[in-house]
C-alpha cells in the first residue's frame, strides 16, 4: 500500500490582515493586476462542511469525524458578506459565484442569495449570480433559490454507474438523487445548468463517453474537469490526470465535435459543440493547458479570507477589517492594493517546469475556498 504524506499546518491561519493605504481613492472599475489582468469574477465559499468526502477534495482520512471545522462564530455573516461582495462590485465584479464546502449545507442560504441578488452594477446591471453544488439538497431549494435571484447552478456530478459514484463521493450517496436536484433546477428556471466531472484516472475515466451520451441532446451543458493538484489533502499525482485532449480525441471517435469560440475573456472551459446540433460541452484543462494570463477572480474564504490564486498558499484577513472600524473606503483601497500587487501564475510555472516555481507550500485545500 502506498502511504500519503499529509502535511499538520493548519492552512487556515496562513494569513496576513491588509493594510489600509494612506491615501485613499474611489474605485474607478478599472482596476488591473502585475499582468494586466482585471478583477471581474468573486467565488464566495459560504461554509467549509460539505456531506460528501469526494476523494479528490475531502478525502475521508483528513476530513474525518474529529475533523476541526470552523466554529460559526467565524464565519462571515450574510451581512458581512453582501458588504464586502458591494465593495468588489464597485472595482469592477460582475459575476458571483457561491460555493463550498457545500453551499447548500449553509441555513437559510436563499436569504443571502436574496441580498446578493438586489446588488447592482455601477451601470445598473443585475449580477451574473451562480451556485456549484454537489445537488444533494437541490431538489429541495431549486425553488426558493429561484425565487431568491438566483440566475443558474453549476453541479458536480462525477459518474453516471451509482458504484463509481459511490466511490467518488465516498458516502454512499445514490446518482439518481443528484439527477433528481438537476432535473428540479432545471424546471424552476435555474439554467443553462452546467454539469462538472472531474476526471481521475482509474477512478472514473470509464464513464467519459456514459456521461457524454447521456447529457447530449439535453438542455445541459457537460463539463470534463481535469484532476487537480489543489491542497495537500488529496495526494495528487500527474499520472492520474487524463489530459482534456485525450478526453475529447475519446469523445470525437464515436460523437463527432467541433470547437467553438469562448464566451467571454477568462472563461476557464474550452467550448466545443456535437456535430450533429446535440448540445455542448466544455473542457477545463487547468493542467495541461494554463489559464492563468486570463484569470480575473478573486476567491472569499469562509471566514473573510481573501485568496487571489486556487493554488494560494495564505490568503488577506478581510474579517479583521470588516468587524472593526474600517469604513468601506478603507476596505475598497485595502481590496484595490491587493488586487494591483497580484501575479499568480501557479498553474503556468507548473506547466512550464521553470525556475520561477516557488517552493512548494502548503496550498489552501479547494473545500475551503470552492473550486
Not at 496562513?14 to 474605485?27: F, G, Q
Not at 460528501?52 to 474525518?64: A, G, L, N, S, T
Request: aromatic residues 6%; proline residues 5%.
Amino acid at each position: 500500500m502506498t502511504e500519503k504524506f499529509i502535511p499538520l499546518t493548519d492552512y487556515r491561519s496562513l494569513n496576513s490582515v491588509p493594510e489600509i493605504p494612506s491615501v485613499l481613492e474611489a474605485p474607478n472599475g478599472l482596476l488591473r493586476d502585475t499582468l494586466a489582468r482585471p478583477l471581474h469574477d468573486l467565488r464566495i465559499s459560504v461554509t467549509d462542511h460539505c456531506n460528501f468526502r469526494c476523494v479528490y477534495c475531502m478525502p475521508k482520512e483528513v476530513f474525518d469525524k474529529d475533523y476541526a471545522f470552523l466554529p460559526h462564530s467565524a464565519l462571515l455573516s450574510f451581512e458581512e458578506i453582501t458588504r464586502l461582495a458591494k465593495i468588489f462590485i464597485e472595482h469592477g465584479v460582475e459575476k458571483i459565484r457561491l460555493t463550498g464546502g457545500e453551499p447548500l449545507l449553509r441555513k437559510n442560504i436563499e436569504r443571502l442569495v436574496g441580498m446578493l441578488s438586489s446588488l447592482r452594477t455601477p451601470a445598473g446591471r443585475e449580477l451574473d449570480l451562480t451556485l456549484t453544488t454537489n445537488g444533494s439538497l437541490l431538489a429541495k431549494k431549486a425553488r426558493l433559490l429561484k425565487d431568491a435571484g438566483l440566475k443558474r447552478v453549476t453541479v458536480s456530478l462525477d459518474a453516471l454507474d451509482d458504484a463509481v459514484f459511490k466511490r467518488m463521493n465516498d458516502v454512499d450517496f445514490p446518482v439518481t438523487d443528484v439527477l433528481a436536484g438537476i432535473d428540479a433546477a432545471h424546471q424552476v428556471g435555474l439554467g443553462p445548468i452546467k454539469i462538472n466531472m472531474v476526471v481521475k484516472r482509474g477512478m472514473n475515466e470509464q464513464e467519459i463517453l456514459p456521461m457524454a451520451r447521456h447529457f447530449k441532446d439535453s438542455p445541459y451543458i457537460l463539463r470534463f474537469i481535469e484532476y487537480m493538484d489543489v491542497g495537500a489533502s488529496n495526494g495528487w499525482k500527474m499520472d492520474e490526470v487524463i489530459p482534456s485532449a485525450e478526453i475529447m480525441r475519446r469523445i470525437d471517435a464515436e460523437l463527432p465535435l467541433q470547437q467553438l469560440a469562448p464566451n467571454s475573456v477568462g472563461e476557464t472551459a474550452g467550448r466545443w459543440r456535437y456535430q450533429d446540433g446535440g448540445g455542448e460541452i466544455g473542457l477545463i484543462s487547468s493542467v495541461t493547458q494554463a489559464f492563468c494570463h486570463d484569470c480575473n477572480r478573486a476567491r472569499l474564504s469562509t471566514e473573510g479570507k481573501i485568496y487571489t490564486c486556487l493554488f494560494a498558499g495564505s490568503g488577506h484577513d478581510f474579517r479583521e477589517l470588516l468587524r472593526g472600524n474600517c469604513s468601506d473606503s478603507e476596505i475598497s483601497n485595502a481590496v484595490a492594493q491587493i488586487w494591483r500587487a497580484r501575479g499568480d501564475r501557479y498553474s503556468e510555472l507548473r506547466s512550464a517546469n521553470t525556475s520561477d516555481l516557488p517552493p512548494a507550500t502548503r496550498k489552501v485545500e479547494m473545500s475551503y475556498i470552492g473550486g
